[in-house]
């Protein structure tokens, strides 16, 4: 299975979020932006933006405040916590001084904010085959693409089956040919999470060599499907950094349903 380095990503991700535009006019002087979170679930995070940058990761009630003093102000929820849906009051304005009355209320909901019905988390939302969306030259004029097929094996682990699927052009286009199809061991899923936007499985992956690794299983959609390592603790221990992750991926990495 591809180990994607998302630690790395993630430290780039957290390097690039400040600085969308701060919206400071006239040359007044910029004030700290801030207020309170009320109603957020315990083992959750939320994200909030001020103008579009300064990205603020919460996971307790309390209060908040941005890193980045700012004139003109717009805070908004950038990525809802898990099953719930976080809305913003007094959350934009010009500071002449410091803002400390911004209200985030958040209470249980469609999770992600989004409309639309939640991704299928668990076994039954990964079952089915895969094709990986990269296609790269296989040799004697042929070329390739990973195809995964995961296979039940109980309430919570499936075998993960794969092999390679041949094509005779470059675009990997037509029904192409399916080669091997190996179980390259078990993943054994402890906990899943989704909402309308990302459905995340956290698991144990273990070879059929005896190794075993962390894994998370995770979906933009019902109809791609992303593979990635983690470790133990989680290092992307929440769905809202599940998503984030994704964001950094490029779509040649993850797979598309057949």
């Given amino acids: 299975m591809p180990r994607l ?126 094709q990986q969306n990269s296609c790269v030259a296989a040799g004697g004029g042929q070329w390739a693409r990973n195809y995964l097929r995961p296979v039940q094996v109980n309430g919570t682990t499936l075998s993960h089956v794969q092999g390679l699927r041949l094509f005779g052009n470059s675009q990997c286009s037509g029904a192409g040919t399916v080669l091997g199809g190996t179980s390259l061991g078990q993943v054994a899923f402890s906990r899943s999470e989704s909402n309308a936007s990302v459905a995340a499985n956290w698991g144990t992956f273990r070879q059929i060599t005896g190794l075993t690794s962390q894994a998370i299983w995770a979906k933009r959609g019902e109809n791609t499907l992303c593979l990635l390592g983690d470790e133990n603790p989680s290092i992307l221990p929440t769905l809202a950094r599940v998503a984030a992750a994704l964001d950094t991926l490029p779509a040649s990495a993850c797979y598309s349903r057949l």
């Fill in 5 to 130: 380095t998302v630690v790395a990503c993630i430290a780039a991700m957290l390097t690039a979020c400040g600085g969308g535009g701060d919206d400071d006019t006239g040359g007044a002087a910029p004030h700290a932006i801030g207020g309170t979170v009320t109603g957020l679930a315990a083992n959750t995070e939320l994200v909030l933006n001020n103008n579009g940058g300064d990205a603020l990761r919460i996971n307790a009630n309390g209060a908040f405040q941005f890193a980045q003093p700012s004139t003109g102000y717009r805070v908004e929820v950038a990525t809802q916590p898990a099953g719930q849906n976080c809305k913003v009051a007094n959350g934009s304005g010009t500071a002449t001084a410091p803002v400390a009355d911004v209200q985030v209320n958040c209470a249980a909901g469609t999770g992600g904010g989004d409309t639309g019905p939640v991704i299928t988390a668990g076994i039954a939302g990964l079952l089915g085959e895969w």
